[in-house]
C-alpha cells in the first residue's frame, strides 16, 4: 500500500473508529491456574524450573508448588501452622484468608510448599524463603554476585528454625527498569545474561519491566513503509551502546554516523536484526513466570527526512548540540504532531507489527522523553512550558480543569495505542513532568488523566520524594500510580542511597489515600548497591516501615549463609550509618578517580571515609573466617568498600597534588604525585579481584555481537570503550579538528565506572598527563612573592575557584573581604601576597581573588590573572588528555581480566588498610 493510502486509510482510524484487528491481537496475559497444583504440573513448572537453575536440582526435589487464583485458598495455612507462623518485618502471619495477591509457606511431608495466587508471587515466596530461611542470595553478575547454588547443602535448609509464612501485597504491582537502563547495563546482554536477569526479577517479585529490546527492527519496518529510505533510517539510530538516547530524547546519530573510518554507517541491520530475534526470547521467558513486559509505543519522533515526504505534516525539528569536531548537519530528529493524520498512521502501522511480531501483555511506554524535560508535542501545539521554572506552590484546594490546549494533544497520543489494542495501559515516565507543580501542571496531567480510561494511564513517579504529592496530594487525580526510586545516574559504583528516604514506600502513600498501585526502582544503571534495591523490592509486601537497624541486622548475617559473624555484623552496623543512612554519595559518582586533569578535581561526597574504612576492615576481618573465594557476594563487598575508601583518598590526593602545583612547589608536587599514581594502581588491582569490576567482560560481550557484513568486533569494542569513558564516541579523525581540543565531549565521565583495566588505561593515564607536564613546566623551587605582577584585564574570561588561605576550603566562595572588593589594588595585593593565588576576577562590581589562573570564558566577566602563575601549558595539557582518551576509545587487542583475582581478595585488601591507614583521620 502507497503511503498516502496508508495514511487515508488511517483517517477514519484516528478520528475514533477502532481497527477491525484489535479483536484479534496475540494477547500474553500470564495465566493463574483456577484449581490447586503442584509438582511438575505446567502452571507451576517455570517456577520450579527456576530453582533447579539458581539452587540445583535437589533443591527442586525439595519443593511443592501450589497455585490457586483464590488467594483464601492459596493462602491459608493449616491452624498448627498458623500457630507456628513467622512474623516478622517483611510480613504478617494469618490463620485466616488473605485478601490480595499473596503467598505461604509451610513445612508439608518433609518438603518446602509454597502456595501462591499467582506465579509472579509464588517465584517471590521462593525467593523470600530462600533468602531468609537458607541465607542464599540470586544478585547481579556485574555488581552484588550470587551466592545460591551451594554444594552439599541440605534442602529443605535449617529445618529445626523454621516458621511458616504468610505475606500478601500491599500493592500489586513491584516494578523495575528506565529507558536508561537498557544502555548502561543491558546493552550487550546475550540470551543467558538475559534469563538471568529475568530469574533475577522473578525471585525479586518483580512483575512489570521494561521491554525494550529490540525494537529498532519495529521501526524500521515501520518507516520503511512511510517512505523513508534505508540509510536515513540507519543513521537516525544511535550505535548500539547508545539506543536508549534515539529512541526518546532527540540525541540522534551517536555512534552510528561518526563510527571510525572504514565502518559502514548507520546502526547495523545485523545488531537490529538480532536484537529482534533476542527479544521474543526475553517475552517468552518473562511471560510464564508472570512478568509483564512494558513494550515501546510511537512518541513521534522520526528521521528528519520525513518533513521532505510529508511537507504539510505539522512537524517540529529539534537538535542535539555535538562536539566541535562531529558531523554539525547530524543530531536532527523531526517530531510528529500527535494530532497529525500522519502520527495515527505511524503509531498504528507501528503497534499492529510490533504486537504481531512479539505479541503483548497490553502495557506501552510511551512519554515523549527527550532533554528538556516536557513531551515532545509542546512545539506543535504552541504551548510555552513556564511551569518546569516556577516554583512549588501551596495548592488552594481550588478544583483542577483539564488544559484546553492539551487535551486533544492527549488524546490522540493515547489513540495511537488504543486503537490497536483497547486493553492498553499507558506507562508515562514521570521524570518528564518532575516540574509541573503548579497550578498549570496540574492543568495539563488533568488533561492527560481525563484523555485515558480510569485504571489505563498510569504514571511511573520517579522521584523518592513523590511527584503524588503535588498538587495537594492529588495523587495523579486518582490514577494508578507506581512510585519509584532514581537513585543512580550513569551506572555509576559508588556507594550511595539514603535509605531512610524509601521508609515512605509505599506507606505514606496509602495512609494519605493515594491511588498507589506499585513500588518500585528506576536507576539508569544497576549493577550497585544490592542492599538498597533489595529494601525497595521488599517493601511491596510491608504494610508498616522496616527499621534499617535490625534489617540490616538480618542482612548482615543472610548474605552470607545465615552465618552470624561478628565482623560482617559490624561492618554493615557501620555502613548502614555512614552510607545508607545518610544523603553521602548523591545521585552521580564523582570522586577523584574521574578527574579529567585539565579542569578542578571534584571533591569528596560526604562520605565519613574513616567509617567506611573501618567497615571495610571488619569484612576482612570476617572474610578471613568465610572465605570470600567460596561466598561471593562477600568478596564483592570486601572489594567494593574497599573501592569507595580508595576512590574517596584519591579525592584528596588530588587536592593536594593541585594545591602544590599551584603554589609551583615542584617537590612537594613530586611527592604527592606518586603516592596518587600508586592509589591508582592500587584501585585498579583491587577491583580486578570481583567480576563486578571487570572492563574485560564488558568488551568481550560487546564484541560478541560483530557480524563480518557489516559492523567488525572493532566497531562493537568501539561502542563499549566509549559509553564507559568519553561517553561521545570519537573518530580517529578527532585529532585532526582543532575544535577537538577546545570543545570537549559534553558527558565525558557521565558513565563512569571503577572498573579493572579501565582505571589504569584511561583515569590513571588522563592524570599522569597532568604529572608530565607539571614536571616540565614547574620551576625547580617555588618563586617568592617579590616575583608576583598581576597582569592585564582580559575581557569576556573567569578564575576558578577560590584560595584555601581564605579560609574556604577552595571551593566555597568567603563571604567577606578580599573575596568581595571594589578595590583592585587591595586586591592585587593581598594575591600577590598569598602563594595560592592565581588571579582576579571582576564580576557584578566586585574583584574576587581566585586560586586558579587558567582562564575560561565568560561573557559576564573579565580576569586579571596573575603573570606566571598559571602554572602549567594548558594548550599541551588538554591535547595530551585527549589524545590518551582518543588511545582509548580506539585501542583493541588488550590484556583485561576476563576473570577475576579471587585469590588476591585478602591478601591485597589486608596489605592496602596496613598501607592507608596512615591517610585515615
Known amino acids: 500500500m502507497k503511503v498516502g493510502a496508508i495514511i ?6 484516528c478520528n475514533g473508529v477502532r481497527s477491525d484487528a484489535s479483536s484479534a491481537l496475540p494477547h500474553h496475559v500470564p495465566n493463574v491456574a483456577d484449581d490447586v497444583v503442584g509438582f511438575g504440573d505446567t502452571e507451576a513448572q517455570p517456577a520450579l524450573d527456576l530453582i533447579s537453575r539458581n539452587f540445583g536440582a535437589d533443591a527442586a526435589t525439595s519443593f511443592t508448588l501450589v497455585l490457586n487464583a483464590d488467594p483464601t485458598a492459596a493462602c491459608t495455612l493449616s491452624s498448627s501452622a498458623a500457630e507456628e507462623a513467622h512474623v516478622d518485618g517483611n510480613g504478617t502471619a494469618q490463620a485466616g484468608a488473605a485478601q490480595s495477591p499473596c503467598f505461604s509457606i509451610e513445612l508439608v511431608a518433609g518438603k518446602v510448599q509454597v502456595s501462591a495466587s499467582s506465579v509472579g508471587e509464588l517465584t517471590y ?27 552439599g547443602m541440605a534442602w529443605p535448609c535449617h529445618t529445626a528454625t523454621f516458621k511458616p509464612v504468610v505475606m500478601s501485597r500491599v500493592v500489586p504491582y513491584t516494578y523495575q527498569d528506565n529507558v536508561c537502563t537498557h544502555s548502561y547495563s543491558y546493552v550487550w546482554y546475550d540470551e543467558a545474561a538475559w534469563m538471568a536477569h529475568i530469574d533475577w526479577m522473578a525471585l525479586q517479585g518483580i512483575n512489570v519491566f521494561l521491554a525494550m529490546t529490540g525494537q529498532e527492527e519495529i521501526q524500521y519496518q515501520t518507516f520503511l513503509k512511510f517512505g523513508l529510505k534505508d540509510v536515513d533510517i540507519r543513521e537516525f539510530f544511535n550505535g548500539p551502546a547508545f539506543l536508549t538516547w534515539s529512541r526518546g530524547q532527540s540525541m540522534q546519530s551517536v555512534g552510528s554516523s561518526a563510527m571510525p573510518e572504514g565502518g559502514n554507517a548507520g546502526l547495523p541491520r545485523s545488531w537490529m536484526q538480532s536484537q529482534w530475534e533476542l527479544q521474543k526470547k526475553i517475552l517468552a521467558r518473562t511471560r510464564p513466570l508472570g512478568i509483564i513486559g512494558v513494550l515501546p509505543a510511537f512518541q513521534g519522533n522520526m ?34 504532531a500527535s494530532t497529525d493524520p500522519l502520527f495515527g498512521a505511524v503509531a498504528d502501522m507501528w503497534m499492529q507489527t510490533m504486537i504481531a511480531d512479539f505479541g503483548t501483555d497490553h502495557w506501552y511506554q510511551c512519554d515523549g522523553f527527550f532533554q528538556g524535560g516536557a513531551p515532545p508535542w509542546l512545539e506543535s501545539v504552541g504551548v510555552e512550558d513556564p511551569a518546569l521554572t516556577k516554583p512549588m506552590e501551596e495548592w488552594d484546594g481550588t478544583p483542577v480543569e483539564p488544559s484546553a490546549a492539551w487535551t486533544p494533544v492527549w488524546k490522540a497520543a493515547w489513540g495511537g495505542m488504543s486503537r490497536t489494542d483497547p486493553d492498553a495501559k499507558w506507562l508515562y515516565q514521570g521524570w518528564a513532568i518532575r516540574g509541573w507543580n503548579d497550578a498549570e501542571g496540574a492543568s495539563r496531567i488533568k488533561a492527560l488523566y481525563d484523555a485515558v480510561p480510569h485504571g489505563q494511564w498510569i504514571p511511573l513517579d520517579m522521584d523518592v520524594a513523590g511527584i503524588w504529592r503535588y498538587w495537594g496530594n492529588y495523587s495523579f487525580f486518582g490514577a494508578p500510580f507506581i512510585w519509584t526510586t532514581l537513585h543512580n545516574m550513569g551506572g555509576n559504583d559508588g556507594m550511595k542511597g539514603d535509605m531512610r528516604l524509601l521508609s515512605g ?60 559473624n561478628p ?25 577523584g578517580v574521574e578527574w579529567q586533569a585539565i579542569n578542578a578535581p571534584p571533591t569528596a561526597q560526604g562520605i565519613n571515609t574513616s567509617a567506611v574504612f573501618s567497615a571495610w576492615s571488619h569484612l576482612v576481618a570476617a572474610g578471613a573466617i568465610l572465605n570470600p573465594a567460596k561466598i561471593t557476594t562477600l568478596n564483592y563487598d570486601i572489594v567494593n568498600t574497599g573501592r569507595e575508601v580508595l576512590a574517596q583518598l584519591i579525592t584528596g590526593f588530588e587536592a593536594s597534588l593541585v594545591e602544590a602545583v599551584h603554589e609551583k612547589d615542584r617537590p612537594t608536587a613530586t611527592k604527592r604525585a606518586d603516592i596518587l599514581m600508586e592509589a591508582y594502581a592500587d584501585i585498579d588491582e583491587l577491583v580486578g579481584c570481583d567480576a563486578g569490576f571487570l572492563l574485560g567482560p564488558w568488551i568481550t560481550a560487546a564484541m560478541k555481537w560483530s557480524d563480518p557484513q557489516d559492523a567488525p568486533a572493532s566497531y562493537y569494542e568501539w561502542q563499549a570503550r566509549s559509553q564507559v569513558s568519553t561517553w561521545w564516541p570519537m573518530a580517529p579523525s578527532a585529532l585532526l579538528s582543532n575544535d577537538t581540543f577546545t570543545k570537549l565531549p559534553v558527558l565525558d565521565n557521565y558513565a563512569n565506572k571503577h572498573w579493572n583495566g579501565l582505571i589504569r588505561d584511561f583515569y590513571a593515564a588522563r592524570v599522569q598527563c597532568y604529572v608530565d607536564q607539571f614536571t616540565v613546566d614547574l620551576p625547580p623551587h617555588p618563586p617568592s612573592p617579590s616575583q608576583c605582577q598581576i597582569g592585564h584585564e582580559v575581557p569576556s574570561t573567569y578564575l576558578h575557584n577560590y584560595p584555601k588561605s581564605l579560609g574556604s576550603g577552595g571551593i566555597h566562595p568567603p563571604s567577606v ?55 602549567l601549558n594548558q594548550v599541551n595539557l588538554t591535547r595530551c588528555v585527549v589524545t590518551r582518551e582518543l588511545e582509548f576509545t580506539q585501542g583493541t587487542g588488550s590484556d583485561y581480566l576476563q576473570l577475576p583475582t579471587m585469590d588476591k581478595t585478602l591478601s591485597l585488601s589486608d596489605a592496602l588498610i596496613k598501607k592507608y591507614s596512615p591517610y585515615i583521620l
Not at 581 to 591: K, Y
Open 8 to 13: 487515508a486509510a488511517c483517517v477514519a482510524v
Open 817 to 871: 573581604w578580599p573575596y568581595n572588593t571594589s578595590d583592585l589594588s587591595a586586591a592585587e595585593k593581598w594575591c600577590c601576597a598569598h602563594s595560592d593565588c592565581g588571579g582576579i576576577t571582576h564580576q557584578n562590581g566586585r574583584y574576587e581573588v581566585r586560586a586558579i589562573s587558567s582562564l575560561s570564558p565568560d561573557g559576564t566577566a573579565s580576569s586579571y590573572p596573575r603573570e606566571g602563575a598559571a602554572p
Open 505 to 564: 514506600f509505599p506507606g505514606d502513600a496509602t495512609a494519605a489515600g493515594a491511588s498507589i498501585s506499585g513500588v518500585g526502582a528506576t536507576p539508569e544503571g544497576i549493577d550497585q548497591n544490592p542492599p538498597y534495591y533489595e529494601y525497595v523490592f521488599d517493601s511491596a509486601w510491608q504494610s508498616t516501615t522496616v527499621a534499617l537497624e535490625p534489617w540490616f541486622d538480618v542482612y548482615s548475617s543472610r548474605r552470607y549463609g545465615n552465618t552470624a
Open 125 to 151: 515466596g521462593i525467593g523470600y524463603y530462600t533468602r531468609f530461611q537458607c541465607g542464599l542470595t540470586v544478585g547481579w553478575t556485574r555488581g552484588g554476585n550470587s551466592y545460591s547454588n551451594v554444594p
Open 567 to 591: 565482623d560482617a555484623k559490624a561492618a554493615w552496623e557501620i555502613l548502614t550509618t555512614a552510607v545508607y543512612n545518610s544523603q553521602a554519595g548523591g545521585w552521580h559518582d564523582d570522586t
Open 303 to 336: 528521521p528528519p527526512q520525513i518533513k521532505f515526504l510529508h511537507p504539510n505534516a505539522n512537524i517540529s525539528t529539534t537538535h542535539h548540540e555535538r562536539p566541535g569536531y562531529e558531523n554539525a548537519t547530524k543530531g536532527d530528529c523531526a517530531w510528529v
